[in-house]
């Protein structure tokens, strides 16, 4: 079974960028979408955006078009999610998931950000 | 974007007694596979979220049959036949029809 191990927790200040990885471990690192999806403190699911590696293709959600980049490195089967210019309501946990096929999510990263 | 809105919002139930989760779609979930991307999700208290139901009705692997799915188009349901103690969580929809794909606002299930 594919699993999913995220970075640790970042506190970062308002307007500067945060990188979370999520190392995939157990299958075929290029067939796999992986997803990241947010959620606030007490809040709901928010999916973000996800990258193909196989194709090199990535699909961002409207909310995060101009700030978020998802990436891939296949040597280490390992995605990345970089969020600029952050903001105090982008104090989350942060996902990576497989979202079209069973098995587990990441342990979530929270981020915090605070000044 | 398609919209999912779940209710109830707030779902205390009594241990052993049946439970169910409504949600519905702004627009039809079917794609043009003729599949129905339409997945339900349980999130355990400080846990990540783990996939019950794909496609409607189909139960993942190590799911328990008291588990239900339902539904067609833009109205689906999620039944547990008999809450236990291990079903406090929110449960949420989420379609992977079209993208982006959207999850609904989340159901808290608790118990009396």
């Known amino acids: 079974q594919v699993q999913l191990l995220q970075s640790g927790a970042e506190v970062k200040k308002p307007g500067s960028s945060v990188k979370v990885s999520c190392k995939a471990s157990?299958?075929?690192?290029?067939?796999?979408?992986i997803s990241w999806v947010r959620q606030a403190p007490g809040q709901g699911l928010e999916c973000m955006g996800r990258?193909?590696?196989?194709?090199?293709?990535?699909n961002y959600t409207q909310n995060f078009q101009d700030r978020l980049t998802i990436t891939a490195d296949a040597s280490t089967t390992t995605v990345f999610m970089e969020l600029s210019d952050l903001r105090r309501d982008d104090t989350a946990v942060y996902y990576c998931?497989?979202?079209?096929?069973?098995?587990?999510w990441g342990q979530g990263t929270m981020v915090t950000v605070s000044s | 974007e398609v919209v999912l809105t779940q209710s109830p919002l707030s779902l205390p139930v009594t241990l052993g007694q049946p439970a169910s989760i409504s949600c519905r779609s702004s627009?039809?979930?079917?794609?043009?596979?003729?599949?129905?991307?339409l997945n339900w999700y349980q999130q355990r208290p400080g846990q990540s979220p783990r996939r019950l139901i794909h496609?409607?009705?189909n139960r993942d692997s190590g799911v328990p049959d008291r588990f239900s799915g339902r539904g067609s188009g833009t109205d689906f349901t999620l039944t547990i036949s008999r809450v236990e103690a291990d079903d406090v969580a929110i449960y949420y929809c989420?379609?992977?029809?079209?993208?982006?794909?959207?999850f609904g606002q989340g159901t808290k299930l608790d118990i009396k």
């Open positions: 998931a497989r979202l079209g096929v069973p098995g587990p």
């Open positions: 157990g299958g075929i690192f290029n067939s796999m979408v």
């Open positions: 990258i193909i590696p196989i194709f090199g293709t990535t």
């Open positions: 627009q039809s979930l079917v794609f043009s596979d003729g599949n129905t991307y």
């Open positions: 496609t409607v009705s």
């Open positions: 989420m379609q992977g029809t079209q993208w982006p794909y959207s």
